[in-house]
């Protein structure tokens, strides 16, 4: 366990080395990931600057062989004001959290797990240029990803088979009629 969710926030921390998850609690028990952190990523950044400075998840190291480097809030302002470039990328890689933010309210703001499906498949062909591509996660990730359980994803991945618009295997898919998926996201 690296931070728990409620703990004061000091530092900004990167992870050098391994992975790590950020786990968010419910009152039911069950236990979500909200996020996957690899080498060179960063986290707390947001909540060190926030008024309320805590930890609103807990972060614990996905692998054994996990390393971490912090750096204290008050050395990270000293360092700003030393250097525009430190302070300049810091400020990119919040505002590209941000953008990460706003995509997934917007996905799990669609009515149906198939409009989020589609939704995610659209957006991954045309970031690659191409209707081929491989997950870059496991669909246990993706299925948290869209807030839904695994089994449900899988079902609706073999649905959108069976209707013609995919093609899949593993990791694998393939769009095959781009036009019918476009459709399914203006459904209501």
Not at 93 to 117: C, F, G, M, W
């Amino acid at each position: 366990v690296i931070a728990i969710e409620g703990e004061p926030a000091t530092s900004l921390a990167f992870v050098l080395k391994g992975g790590v998850e950020v786990q968010k609690s419910f009152a039911s028990g069950r236990m979500v990931t909200i996020a996957r952190l690899g080498e060179g990523q960063t986290f707390a950044e947001a909540v060190l600057f926030s008024r309320s400075g805590r930890y609103p998840a807990t972060v614990i190291a996905s692998e054994p062989s996990t390393e971490i480097l912090t750096i204290p809030k008050s050395e990270l302002i000293r360092l700003f004001s030393l250097d525009n470039d430190i302070m300049t990328s810091f400020l990119e890689n919040l505002s590209e959290r941000l953008v990460l933010l706003n995509q997934k309210i917007e996905i799990l703001s669609l009515a149906t797990l198939r409009q989020r499906i589609v939704h995610y498949l659209l957006r991954e062909m045309k970031k690659r240029g191409e209707p081929r591509f491989v997950l870059p996660f496991s669909k246990r990730v993706w299925a948290e990803h869209l807030n839904t359980a695994r089994p449900s994803l899988s079902r609706e991945l073999a649905n959108l088979r069976d209707a013609g618009f995919i093609r899949y295997s593993g990791l694998a898919i393939e769009l095959l009629d781009i036009e019918g998926l476009e459709h399914v996201l203006s459904e209501r």
